[in-house]
Structure formats: C-alpha cells, structure tokens
C-alpha cells in the first residue's frame, strides 16, 4: 500500500570517495558507519539512543564501532 | 562480523495489500488463472460493462478450478458440474435441484484498473481502500510510447526485490546491455518514508559510458549523464526514473529538462507462491514515440535483461534451497536500499498477519 509522504524519513548518504554512510533520523540525530546493517538497525531504534541535536561536526560525530 | 545477517527461508507475505493481477489487456472474454499470494484467482471481464472480475479460482462444490469451466454472459459456469457463479460469487445455479444452498458462494476479490494495470486487494476486503493504488500514469499517458511483458520467476519474491533496489548487479549481470562500471562505483543516497511505505534509492552518475539500450535508443554518442531514481512502494511496485542525457547537461534553472532523455522503468513484483513470483515489467519513454524500430529494440533488449534477471534469480532460490536453516549472509554499502525493503517488507508482513483473519475460503 502506498501512502502520502510522511515526516518520518530516514536518510542514508553513501559519501563521495570515501566508505562510509551517513545517516540522518527524522528527529535530527546522525551518525555514520561502515555497516548499512549496523547502521539501519540504530536509524530504526529511534528514539533509543537518538540525541536530537541537530547537525554534528565532523569531528563530533558518533562513531560505530 | 560487520554486516553479517541469518536469513529466514523465505520472505513473508504482506496481506491486505494491493497486487498487480495483470495487464489490463491480459484480461478479456477468456478466463485467466493467476495465483496470487498462494490464492488461486480467476479473472475474467463482463460482458454487459467491461469490468474486470476477480473470483476465487475453486468451485464451491468439489473445488474444481473455475479457469477450466467457461463464461455465460456475466457468470462463470464450473466445468465439472456446471455451478454458476455471479460477478459477487453467489452461486445462482446448481444441477438438478431449484434450491441453491445459501452457503454456496466463492470469494471474490476488490479490484482496481489503473495505468493499464489490473490490481487486486490480497486480504480483508473491507480494508480495501482504492485510493491508496500507488499510480503509474506513463503506462497509460499518450504522451508516452510504453513496451512491456511478464516474466514468471521460480524464486521468492524477497529476490527480485533485492536485485531491483540494488541497481550495481547492472554492472556485471547485465555488462553489455544497460550496465556500465560507473553503475556500481557510483555512491547511492537512500531514503525511507517510514509512514508513507516508499523506500527511494538514487545514484546520480556525471560522467558514465552509454550503454547499448540508451546510446541506440537515444542516438546519443559520448558520454553521458546518468541519474538513477528509485521509487519502491511497497510491497509491490517498483518505479525506476531513469534519466540520460550528454555529459554535462542538466535540467534547467525553472525545472524544465528539454535537453534530456527520459524513460520511466515500472516493475510489479506479485508474490505468487513461497518459490514463484510475477515479474511484470515495463519500460516507457517520452522520445522517438512513433519509432517502431525503437520500440522493438527496447522490448527486445529490456526482455533479454529481464530474462537475465530471471536465470539469475532461478539459480540463487537453488543454491538457496541447498543451504542449512539459518544461512548468513553479508550486506555491504550497495545493500542499504536493499535492507531497508526487506525491513518495510517485514513490517507490512505483520501488520498484514494482525489484521488479515480473512482467508480465500467459503
């Protein structure tokens, strides 16, 4: 069944040159990996350990391990 | 063990959903048997209106299959003991006796026609909303000059929804028709409409080889710019926007893209047993509409993909079949499309069980 588009929209971007993923939840929180199974399994965790904060630098961003 | 994962032996289905049945042009004055989420469906159009009909495919009686019984005006009429059957699956003759027991009824099943597609609702039928049919108005639009054709396929469905929402096997499967190296070395942005049910995958390639399909339907010759454009609505239909052009061109500043070339790929995966799944496929376009040697290149060639596509996927469900309960698998950056349809699958699949008491008996 399809659906109008709704606000919650969880993003993943392969960046550029580089091996890793970069995902966005609908409520703001970030993170990036190497593993798209790690990786979607935190994304649909929400909210268990989603910190809304926004866009994180680079250099603040929470890595998988 | 990154990206490691133990596989059920085979995807559920997703109940009180809509199905592509068929082309629309498939269904007429014969009756046409298709089996759609382990129900036997027999289809057929009225006479007196045209409206597709969608029955139950086993006689009350002694579940004889109605496809092999034959039409009578707006009914069907079993080819064993002659029950006939209404356009709602009341029976309204049986042999030798004027009482028709009240019980005597098959299911029939909601039905949309839409795009040129036959749509039928696998489920509750109180639950089906016609509304919410995701669309393909190309298929059906003038505008556009469409080839198309089926392609049954001896595999879970859970398969070719994997082989379409990752597009870098076009790179090796399908080297020499539509894939090139840039397909799998191209990164690719995924998006979930969690509420919506829409998965999208996009991979936008600047500077690609031109593949035979599009560099002699296009008459393009260079390089070129290539976007990739998911759209998978769950469980069923699977939009890919395709857009080809010369490297370098892209759409103009107000939105308009005359410059370029644009074929709109549209795929149905009908689950219809656990090992066995429709692959309706469709490939239109909005250039060199009234070419016919065009025309005949793309069916031909998309065909021949598919085909490959269907050989592959035979091969895997055997290797598959072969492996211990429980197998793993290993999922890489090209697999996040993937991942995030077998999840949104899953999560159909048991609201569907919640929901769903209704089954294809009288």
């Known amino acids: ?65 | 063990m990154t990206g490691i994962t133990t596989l059920a032996r085979m995807t559920a289905f997703a109940r009180n959903q809509w199905y592509v049945a068929a082309y629309g042009r498939e269904i007429g004055r014969e009756l046409l048997g298709r089996t759609i989420l382990n129900e036997p469906i027999a289809f057929y159009r009225t006479e007196s209106d045209d409206t597709v009909i969608a029955l139950a495919d086993r006689c009350v009686h002694r579940r004889y299959p109605l496809t092999a019984g034959r039409l009578d005006g707006d009914t069907v009429v079993c080819g064993y003991h002659g029950f006939t059957y209404d356009t709602g699956g009341t029976c309204v003759f049986v042999p030798g006796q004027k009482r028709v027991p009240r019980t005597a009824r098959v299911p029939s099943y909601p039905i949309v026609e839409q795009d040129s597609l036959v749509w039928v609702w696998i489920g509750d039928p109180a639950l089906a909303d016609p509304r919410s049919v995701p669309r393909a108005p190309w298929l059906a639009d003038p505008r556009w000059t469409t080839v198309g054709g089926m392609e049954p396929i001896d595999a879970d469905y859970g398969l070719l929804v994997d082989n379409l929402l990752d597009l870098s096997h076009e790179t090796y499967l399908h080297s020499g028709y539509i894939g090139t190296p840039e397909v799998a070395e191209t990164p690719i942005t995924t998006e979930v409409d969690e509420g919506a049910g829409v998965v999208r995958v996009s991979r936008h390639m600047d500077d690609a080889e031109c593949p035979p399909f599009y560099a002699r339907s296009t008459g393009i010759d260079g390089r070129i710019t290539r976007w990739q454009d998911i759209e998978y609505h769950a469980p069923c239909l699977y939009l890919l926007h395709s857009r080809i052009a010369p490297a370098g061109v892209l759409p103009r500043p107000d939105g308009s893209d005359p410059d370029a070339f644009h074929v709109e790929i549209t795929y149905a995966i009908t689950p219809s047993t656990d090992r066995h799944v429709y692959d309706f496929w469709a490939v239109s376009r909005d250039f060199a509409q009234d070419d016919e040697e065009v025309t005949t290149f793309l069916h031909d060639l998309n065909r021949t993909v598919v085909l490959q596509d269907v050989a592959a996927l035979n091969l895997l469900q055997k290797a598959l079949d072969t492996e211990r309960e429980g197998y793993q698998e290993l999922s890489i950056n090209i697999d996040t499309g993937g991942l995030a349809a077998r999840r949104i699958l899953a999560r159909l699949a048991a609201e569907g069980e919640k929901t769903a008491p209704v089954v294809a008996s009288p």
């Open chain 1, 1 to 65: 069944m399809s659906g109008a588009p709704t606000a919650e929209v969880y993003r993943i971007d392969w960046l550029p040159g580089t091996d890793v993923l970069h995902g966005v939840c609908h409520c703001g929180a970030e993170r990036t990996a190497e593993d798209p199974v790690e990786l979607w399994q935190w994304m649909l965790a929400h909210p268990t350990g989603h910190q809304p904060t926004g866009h994180q630098p680079a250099d603040h961003r929470e890595e998988m391990t």
